[in-house]
């Protein structure tokens, strides 16, 4: 089929390139034209892995290629993926729509008799409903659907070919139709598919975002406990995830979440359901979100009792700037927020990162950025762990302990093997982990 991507950061850049994978023509937009310039030479503009290969193949096939023109795309296809952007409005928890509504403007002027018009961006409920009366007056020849995203960043390819479910919300079988012919062969592969209302699809993913924000803050509400009495989380989450109907993904006591999704979602979700009537209902997200900011202050807290109550004249070395592993993305990076409060306190900072140096300094210019992890962690009076990538769990703790001027570190995200580290004479230290000494 021919298909067009509008938008191709994060989630747009991957589905373009393996919606041409899996055999499709298709024409990626951005309104970036350096982006759009990288990806006709099949580089990947951010960090996941397996993209540039992807790219390599998909462009070379002659299948995939970009362009900045929205008018091009609307007239090259008759099915269209919105992938833009739904930051969080600057001065509200809502979310900011405006360049979804952008997208559909610009491109429904030329759009072809026919065209389905799928969203593919996490919007409040009601948006396809807002947008399928609005092209009623432009674009009457077009319809929308929408087919909500839930790759994660650091396995957003495999995600995409291989989504544990596809969920389309449409308003005609024919739209049904298209979807499902365009995922044809994720669905020839078992891959579960819900066909249901655009309304419901579009909560499907708030829900399901809120739900995972829900578990991680939880457990950290749990640590918080473990702290007053005593108790050590990681034991506790380790059992009570032992419990089939609980399972142990996203139950990791630690910094809490960040990134471009669960903070915007949940706080998007609580807003839209308040304009609804619905406030009261999904109350606790609100609670979720304050958990999951506290988590910050009580790292830096604990860092600065560590060093004795204050951070002036004192080195922190911070390994990791993402806001999670395997990826360069540093949006509302709880690592980030901890290593910048640290260094307003007085510390001088050096964080390293495997991935996210670039988009780190962009965002935070005032800490000081190294590609090495001694280096980071060279004269250091204190180590925070703040993004769990692998190679810090591969880390030799022994040879570290020797360029710090003291072994203290905190693991901020549970992930390290502390004994390992107490062995290399480490004082380490844990969020709900009060036992460690
Ligand atoms: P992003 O900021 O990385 O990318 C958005 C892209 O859209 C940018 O390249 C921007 O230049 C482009 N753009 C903006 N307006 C445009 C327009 N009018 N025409 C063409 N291009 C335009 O965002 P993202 O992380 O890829 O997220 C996209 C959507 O998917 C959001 O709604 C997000 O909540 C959702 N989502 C993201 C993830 C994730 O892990 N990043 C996962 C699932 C769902």
């Keep these: ?21 899996i055999g499709h023509t298709v024409l990626g937009v951005d309104i ?11 580089k990947a503009p951010m960090h996941e892995p397996g993209l540039d290969e992807l790219l390599t193949r998909t462009v070379a096939s002659g299948r ?4 900045t023109s929205l008018a091009q795309a609307a007239r090259f296809a008759g099915l269209h993926f919105i992938c833009v952007g739904t930051p969080q409005q600057p001065d509200s928890p809502a979310a900011d729509v405006r360049y979804v509504d952008a997208a559909v403007e610009g491109m429904a002027p030329d759009l072809r008799p026919g065209s389905l018009v799928v969203g593919k961006s996490t919007v409040p409920v009601g948006t396809a409903a ?7 007056q432009v674009a009457p020849q077009a319809e929308i659907a929408w087919n909500p995203e839930f790759l994660r960043e650091g ?6 070919l291989w989504p544990e479910r596809l969920v389309v919300g449409v308003s005609s079988a024919r739209a049904e139709a298209v979807l499902r012919d365009v995922y044809a062969p994720m669905l020839r592969g078992g891959v579960p598919f819900f066909c249901t209302d655009p309304s419901t699809a579009e909560l499907v993913k708030v829900a399901a975002n809120s739900f995972l924000a829900t578990k991680i803050s939880f457990i950290n509400a749990m640590a918080e406990v473990c702290d007053a009495a005593g108790a050590d989380v990681t034991t506790l989450a380790q059992a009570i995830g032992e419990d089939s109907r609980i399972g ?17 979602d949940i706080r998007a979700f609580a807003a839209r359901a308040e304009e609804l009537g619905a406030g009261k209902a ?40 993402a806001f999670k592993p395997d990826s360069d993305d540093v949006r509302d990076s709880p690592a980030l927020a901890v290593a910048d409060a640290v260094r307003a306190e007085g510390a001088e900072v050096r964080v390293h990162d495997p991935a996210a140096l670039d988009n780190a300094q962009a965002a935070f210019p005032e800490l000081k950025y190294t590609s090495v992890v001694p280096e980071a962690c060279d004269g250091a009076d204190l180590v925070l762990h703040l993004t769990p990538w692998r190679e810090y769990a591969e880390i030799d703790p022994a040879l570290l302990a ?15 093997d502390v004994q390992a580290w107490q062995q290399a004479g480490w004082c380490v230290r844990a969020l709900g982990r009060p036992g460690l000494n």
Excluded: W
């Design 248 to 264: 142990h993904p996203f139950l990791q006591p630690g910094l809490g979440f960040g990134g471009s999704c669960f903070p915007k």
């Design 155 to 160: 396995s957003a390819v495999r995600d995409t």
């Design 64 to 67: 995939l290629r970009f362009t």
């Design 32 to 42: 970036n034209p350096d982006r759009v310039d990288l990806l006709n030479r099949a």
């Design 282 to 321: 999904v109350a606790f997200l609100h609670e979720v979100d304050e958990i999951n900011t506290r988590q910050r202050r009580r790292t830096v807290d604990l860092a600065r009792a560590l060093v004795g109550g204050s951070f002036a004249d004192r080195n922190v070395g911070v390994l990791g700037a």
């Design 130 to 136: 807002r947008l399928a009366a609005r092209l009623r």
């Design 402 to 416: 020797r360029v710090v001027r003291r072994p203290l570190l905190v693991d901020a995200r549970n992930t390290l």
């Design 1 to 21: 089929m021919k298909l067009t991507v509008i938008g191709t950061g994060y989630v747009g850049a991957v589905h373009a390139a393996c919606m041409a994978e």
